[in-house]
């Protein structure tokens, strides 16, 4: 919302001493965030009130050769000796004697400042010298349509006054954000924003004397709200319709309008506008002889009985109920709708916008004003059911105070002048005044603050609350306009935040002393960090929770097991996803495109799927996943998961191949089983990891081996993390010997390895056997061969040659058993 | 003669010079002795630097610009990274833990009752569209801020009031709004939100915690100000900003988050007596942390994946 600072000047005394930058910061401060400050002072520098001294066509083109009088400026811009100007124009409406808006060389055509900031010059036209512009109301700003150029009343300026002091321009608009005023519907208009203004420079806002409108009934009108729900106070005035033929001159009123981004169409509806900018308060002027005309086609089309009375009936759409609005659409309403009816027939969708079948127009002679106000919680459904978006809506849509309606009407009448035919204020259910109980000392607590009962009753009354004291404990009576008053801590947001937040003194908690506790899986996730990216140098990514059923379906998933987003920005972005392996795989080519070979990703988050279930509290069951892919096979991928599991975490899992078919290969469609393996919890699969499917691999367009690994981290986030503390160190020799084993082609390395290790165990010795390599001389080969790096010591003696040979004896004859023989 | 000749030289004459040893009376061949090893060491430690400086005098200089020796193989270490967002967020963690905080973890889905009802939001109140929620076609919600944990923290820390103590609590998490993206918006990203009740919390102690955090955050005092803000589960309501930090250039402020005195009707729908106790709350992105930390242009660079962004962290 725009507002002008020179319209809230009109309300408020701002002290010579406080700056306007100051004034701006403490609105922000203490009122409603600001999002931009525009300065219109530079927008209309070099704009000028000009005297159109001659006139003449140019031959042969639309085009008019002016001679300007500037008055003092002219002879700035005339040739020498001169005493006008020569500015060539294009508009029918140009004449000699008018007084015009002129641009003059050098400065930028105020339409387009701040943007491409067109500057005028001095040029030829069809050989004519033009300088600078005589300029329509478009290019001033004020009009959205290119029609004439401006004119100006004679009455209010004289050639070589600046634009800018004539209309009220040397003024500094602030742009201030919708959503911090929401509960305010008082402050969307300038009196409003005025009171609140004053409040902030501790001074008293004078209340405004409202004029009020005596109820007539010369003219028969009925009003009925059928449900005060929807519509809490219908209030309107009928009366004959003023001179309403568009202004002549370029008005104040236009560009008063412009301030707030508003156009000027003609007096009637400028008035409204102007009214509500004022207070907040929309209006709507219906063509009343057309309104009584509709009304008796439809008790003559539904045979309701004859009626003399014209009746405004104020209801809810029915199903499949339409209107066509003054924008010429049809629409089809929803129930929610509220409809302003004459005898029934839609003349109005409710505070969004009138029917063409009661617009004003030339043909006007007599118009219905409403004031009303209507359910914000239907408006907002009008609002986005239909897109409508308009000045009015958004003051609707924040509950407009029932109590304003037939104040604002009474003044819209006052000042046209006119004396109604009928004023009818159907308002059913008055509200009761809101009174809040609330002490000093509340006040004082809840914001850290020492504010004396003066100063609290002083700040509140600033802003025409009503406050009486007894004792310590205050009765706080709000203004009626203001709807969001209703509990102690809104009263001392109203002290807090006048007087400013920024005033309260900081302080502390105090705090017992305890130790903190972060939850686990955080722990975990921050644990995981560390040996992921800092040791294991793999790459830490984030992909999006939502995910394509396209990506489901190429990595193998269902995508009805996924939650749906039914109102999702793209097909990309539709599933929340059940595991975080096809984000990853995702991720692959587009970076080995950009160059890079041998990496390793991963992912921490919460995933979930229709299967997990609710919790007690019936919201569906979050895992938090790790995701890894590393370019590379399963043994690459194998080695960084034990280093992971057993250096890293200190914790031990078991895993086993994974079974084609099994329940564990659907859940990890996109691993190729025979190149795969689960991890298992006690007997339960908690994860896998392996090699990708050829299928899957090919429609992630990916031409290297790739590995993956899906892990449920909320089944590890409590295991006990087993460091070895019993380091078996010798002081005697260790014995060093490289074994190879030939074993048979089908040989199982980890029975092989395992049984080394029982052995040398057996023999109370402190060992390793390292794993050197596995050969094989073709594929087809029907042996292999295992070969081994063997270090032991005895923790007692230093071992002879005859111990060494009485073991390594042993190790022959137990993998015989296996098959196996040393080479 | 070279260097080294010269006190090859001078260690023989000393040498010579022993045999005097022999002419001197006993209580004076010590004091002699002595000397002349002393003298003796010097030219030898002489003799041994110049042969150092010798040898190296005759190894050629290696190109130091180069990476690697000729015919050697090019020494590449593994690196890895963690993505910036995490570092930032264990980091605002780890400051919260340190303040007194417990840390919880945010839902990525929950239910209209969480994100809304529990919060104050009347039904059907206009404030609800602010959020620009996303929906499952059960009606759950990826939730559009961390404040949908704070029913549940009030409810889980309600007896460590009730046992005399106060709720300190703050839940980072992944957040979801339905807005288009640009180099400003995301529809997804992460928050962190806290929560404290106790007997006498005040607005005063809740800016005094959230400018100790971001003085901790920062490394430096900073000024904060306020601006006032509505939000229908805190009430009064406020954003905070804060002075940009030097390490940022210095100049101006920054919204950094939403905050407020938690709204009566918030605490009373967790069992907690708004009459006895009393509550802050606040919310704030952690993405705008990391943007402008590292002066980053683009917020859709956190969930590229892209290997080119994050090994610059």
Redesign the interface.
Known sequence: MLISLNSIKKYVQIPAELSTEKLIELIGSRLVEIEEVIELAPKYKGVYIVKVVSAEKIPDTHLSLCQIDAGTHTAEFAEAGAETVQVVCGAPNVHAGMLAVWITPGSIVPSTYGNENFRLGKRKLQGYESNGMLAGADELGFDNEHKTIAEIDPKIAQPGDSLADVFDLNDTIIDVENKSLTHRPDCFGLIGFAREVAGILGQPFPEIEWPALKLADDLAMKVTITDSAICPRYSCAIFDLPDNQPEKYLTPTAVFLSKAGMRSIDPMVDLTNVMMLETGQPLHAFDYDKLVAVGQSGQNSQQNGAKDTPEIIVRLAQPGETIQLLDGKTIECIPEDILITSNSIPVALAGAMGGKNTEIDASTKRVVLESATFSLYNLRKTQMAHGIFSEAITRFTKGQPAAMTFPVLSETVARLGVSPLAVVDAYPDKPRKTVVKITTLEINQLLGTTYDQGTIIKTLENVNFTVSATGDTLEVTAPAWRTDIHIKEDIIEEVGRLLGYDNIPLALPEKPFAGTEVAPMLRLKSELRSILSDRLAMHEVLTYSFVSKALLEKSGQDPADHYEIVNSISPELQNFRSQIVPSLLDKIRENIKSGHRDFSLYELNQVSSKANGLSAEETPVLNNHLGIVCLGDFYKLKTYILTMLRRGLKVELEYSQLVAGSKAAETYPYLEPAHSAVLLLNGETIGAFGEIKAAVARRFKLETIVSACELDLDKIVDLPRRIDTDLKLSRFPSVERDLTLKVSADAQFGRVHTLLDQVLASENLIFETLPVSIYQSSPDSPTKNFSFHLKFSSPDKTLDQSDITKIMDKITVEVAALGAEIV | MSEIEKLKLELKNLNAEYVKIKTLPPEERGTFGREMNAKKQKILNAIAKAEENAESENISPIDISAPCAPNEPIFRP??????P??TEL?RV?SIY??M??????S?????EF?MFDSLNFP?????R??YDT?????N?I?PAHTSTMQH?ALKKCKKDLENG??I?VVI?G?V?R????DATHE??FYQCEGV?V?K??????M???L??FFENYYGQKLNI??????FPFT?????LLIERPSSLGGEGWLEMLGCG?I??NVLKMAGIDPDKY?GFAWGGGIDRLVMLKYQLGDIRY??S????F??EF
Do not use: C, W
């Open positions: 593994a690196l890895g990274s963690r993505h967002l995490m264990d963690i833990s340190d007194g905080f417990n840390v919880m973890e839902n990525q889905l929950d239910d969480h039904k059907e109140h206009p404030a569209d602010g996303f929906r499952t076609s059960e759950f990826p549940r103590g106060q300190a980072p992944r979801f339905n807005e288009d993206a529809h997804t404290f106790s006498d919390a005040t607005m005063g102690q800016f005094g915690v400018k100790q100000k306020t601006q006032p803000g509505y009430e009064p309501s406020a954003e005195m709204h009566p009393h956190f969930e994946g892209k290997l080119d994050l090994e």
